[in-house]
């Protein structure tokens, strides 16, 4: 059979001396130790290579689809489940990954029902426990998924996976000192995972709790004053908590320590809407990088939204002639030539957008207003036309895999 697991995933994996054939057995170790630690990125690249070297693995298909989950990162799950199926699908790994495939879909009940018959096959498995308290967290079924992870734990004690999950559980009911309690043995156990103040921080934040939230975040810089994401999320909450003397303290703070760190900070100023500061290490980042597209795209984004148009459009332009293939690009530029006026321009960069993914809904609404502008509103009523009828065929499709029959248990 061929192998459908060739080809690097990430920049990283391309540097990782390859392994025997005889070493299989010990990615999918190293796998599960990252997985654990919630590292699913390269996890997922260790559970990928373990697959070149061992297609017919079925326990490294349910993982990688894991991960790949986790990540919404649809196409390898696709993939890795197509190939379970191919290999054996009456097999309690396949059901599993196939589950996984459900939980992706969003169709609860049927991931549980396949992964819990895995579990009846597989009753030592720990990877369906953790799997199974996946389900019931994006299913918000809090009783089970506590259930769930605590019988993982009885398997490993000292899970960090399984922890952080229960932290989380106990969190979301309100039961904070549980929730940090759980936290801190996760941490003992892996010191280099999140700090138990700062996630307790975030629970804060999340629930609209800012104050716990700055005094936990505060705990965290404190214990750990190069961790980064504690100094931003410190000075979010300084900011909305009105203590402006503290959070310029903190800003000048962020930039002494981090200020020569673009590829790092420039995510953080993003998330937290600090566009001057954004637009400023984008731009550093394409200085060192100009053919990187992704930096490209990030600071035309940027520079939109401060209203710096021009600049969004040029950059965009130089963008799309580095992917002249990239349909998310050229809606990009579509956008901004609509923005500034140049309608027809706008309506080409569209046009193409769609030609390469006819599932590209703004730049649908991008052309339809653009050919509005132009007086040619038959040909915009036929646009949003068309995005209404791949929109209810994409529908029909979702709503196929949510509910079809079941490939694990197909005859054919």
């Known amino acids: 059979m061929e192998k459908p697991f060739s080809g690097e995933t990430r920049s990283a994996r391309r540097t990782r001396p390859r392994p025997s054939i005889a070493t299989a057995s010990g990615l999918i170790e190293r796998g599960l130790a990252e997985f654990y630690r919630e590292n699913e990125e390269d996890a997922l690249d260790l559970f990928l ?9 079925l326990q490294a298909h349910y993982l990688a689809a894991l991960c790949a989950h986790v990540l919404t990162r ?18 309690p790994w396949t059901r599993a990954c196939e589950g996984v495939r459900y939980l992706y879909l969003a169709n609860f009940s049927r991931a549980e029902e396949l992964m819990e018959a895995a579990r009846r096959e597989l009753p030592d498995a720990l990877e369906l426990e953790i799997g199974l308290g996946i389900v019931h967290e994006y299913s918000g079924e809090r009783e089970k998924g506590i259930a769930a992870y605590r019988r993982a734990l009885e398997r490993d004690p000292d899970n960090v996976r399984a922890l952080v999950a229960l932290g989380g559980f106990f969190a979301m009911e309100g039961e904070y000192e549980g929730a940090l309690q759980h936290y801190r ?4 156990v892996a010191p280099d995972i999140e700090h138990p103040h700062q996630k307790l921080g975030r629970d ?19 214990a750990e004053p190069d961790e980064m994401a504690g100094h931003f999320y410190l000075l979010d909450c300084l900011r909305r908590l009105g203590r402006s003397d503290d959070a310029i303290d903190l800003y000048r ?22 566009r001057i500061e954004a637009i400023a290490a984008l731009e550093q980042m394409a200085r060192e990088d100009p ?3 992704e930096t490209l795209a990030r600071l035309s984004r940027a520079y939109r939204e401060a209203g710096r148009l021009d600049e969004a459009a040029r950059t965009a332009r130089r963008l799309v002639r580095l992917a002249p293939e990239d349909a998310d690009a050229l809606s990009l530029l579509g956008d901004l030539h609509l923005r500034r006026g140049h309608y027809r321009l706008a ?3 569209c046009r193409r957008a769609i030609r390469l993914n006819v599932n590209a809904p703004y730049a649908y609404i991008t052309l339809a207003d653009a050919l509005l502008f132009l007086g040619r509103q038959d040909e915009s009523w036929q646009v949003i036309t068309e995005m209404e009828r791949v929109r209810h065929e994409a529908w029909q499709n979702y709503q196929a895999r949510f509910s079809g029959q079941d490939r694990a248990d197909a005859d054919n």
């Open 253 to 274: 703070e962020i930039l002494d320590r981090f200020g020569e760190h673009p590829e790092l900070t420039s995510g953080f100023f993003e998330h937290f809407n600090m």
């Open 347 to 349: 309506a080409g960069a």
């Open 204 to 222: 804060y934040y999340y629930e609209g709790m800012i104050e716990q939230a700055a005094s936990e975040f505060a705990r965290a810089v404190n």
């Open 185 to 188: 043995r996760a941490h003992a």
């Open 74 to 91: 649809e196409q390898p799950l696709e993939q890795v489940c197509e190939h379970a199926l191919a290999v054996n699908r009456r097999h």
């Open 49 to 57: 290579e373990a697959l070149e070297l061992a297609p017919d693995n």
């Open 291 to 293: 053919d990187d597209t």
